[in-house]
């Protein structure tokens, strides 16, 4: 007999959905829009979500986590998203980028070095990947590793990186171009670099359009010494790493649209029934009610297959392309969402006091972020065997 089909969550999953929600509610709201005006990180509310057990969610027990599965961990993010993005961003990229590699790859020292200490909310991790001549081309990686006696020397520089200049940040996970493989092509190698090493230095990017209140920084390597103990899984094995930390990054990504969209929608909702124009809620008029329509319809379309994506990773099935297409339909959502959504507030939407100006602009970067769209069709474009035979 088949197994049976359910789209239902557990008790637990929807619990979790109830206890972010009324945190973000309660406690993110009322200090997401002077947190974004003067572009602050809050080092507080990161410590609460830790206090909370957001971080490390999908970590075992054993190592200070949750022992979570993917997708509690995605609904803790998209409920988050549909308050603010920049805590949404702290959290996804902290377990996502940081904390998700150093679990699936690192030694037991390793793990039993760093985990605790990013499961609490202290602290947070980094992953630094994107440079000035590096981006959709991971390949282009610049920044090098030479091998010295005892260990690693690192020159280069790493940009647009979450969470690596604040000061509880620990460090950051670093991929460098370590050697040439037999065939020519080159060699990377990921390494677990420590804040405060000789050379190694950070600065944030201010003046950003969106995520503002998220730290964002560049990362400078000059002659950084690293022992062979910092090395994460083996040398040559950084480029594997790094693609199967953004599948899993993608999920999170998503889940950050998925939230965007939902917020901005029923603020659109709420609005539209309050706002009267000829002697009847906007809502009513049918140019409206339509477009409110197609955001809850487009919504529930993008939940339920981040969810089966997410499902496939708890599974360990493969879920590469999934992700990808999850990635890319949750950001186009968010896009129409928070586009209806300002149409829906007229000229009030423009202005910051109006929480939809802050979610118009957050959405953007689920576009670009860990992936262009551009790059999540060329993803699935492969998965499908668009290039066979070229």
Known sequence: MPSALSFDLSEDHNMIRETVRAFAEKEVRPKAHELDRGETFS???????????????????????QGLDYVSYIIAVEEMARVDGSQAATLAAHNSLGVGPIHDFGSEEQKKKYL??????????????????AGSDAGGTQTKA??????????GA?????????????GATVQAVSGKR?????????????????GYTTRPMKDKMLWRASDTGELYFDKVKIPDSQVLGK?????????????????????????????????????????KQFGAPIATFQANAFKLADMATQIEHARLYLYYACWLKDQKRPYAKESAM????????????????????????????????RFFRDQKLIEVGEGTSEIQRLVISRAIGCYEGS
């Open 326 to 357: 999850a990635k890319l339909n949750c950001a186009e959502v968010a896009r129409m969402c928070v586009t209806h959504a300002l149409q829906l507030f007229g000229g009030y939407g423009f202005m910051g006091e109006f929480q939809i100006e």
């Open 43 to 65: 080092a507080e509310l990161t410590k609460r979500m830790g206090e909370m057990g957001l971080f490390g969610m999908q970590i075992g027990p054993e190592y200070g986590g």
């Open 158 to 170: 790493k940009m647009f990186i979450t969470n690596a200049t604040v000061p509880c940040s620990l």
């Open 182 to 198: 037999p065939d020519g092509k080159k060699e990377y190698t990921c390494f677990l670099v420590e804040k405060g090493a000789p």
């Open 116 to 133: 605790p200490k990013l499961c609490t909310g202290e602290h947070v991790w980094a992953f630094g990947l994107t440079e000035p001549d």
């Open 235 to 275: 040398p040559g094995d950084g480029f594997k790493q790094m693609l199967k930390t953004l599948d899993a990054g993608r999920l999170s990504i998503a889940a950050m649209g998925l939230g965007c969209a939902q917020g901005a929608y029923e603020l659109g909702l709420q609005y539209a029934k309050q706002r």
């Open 146 to 155: 030479v091998k010295v006696d005892g260990g690693w020397q690192m020159t």
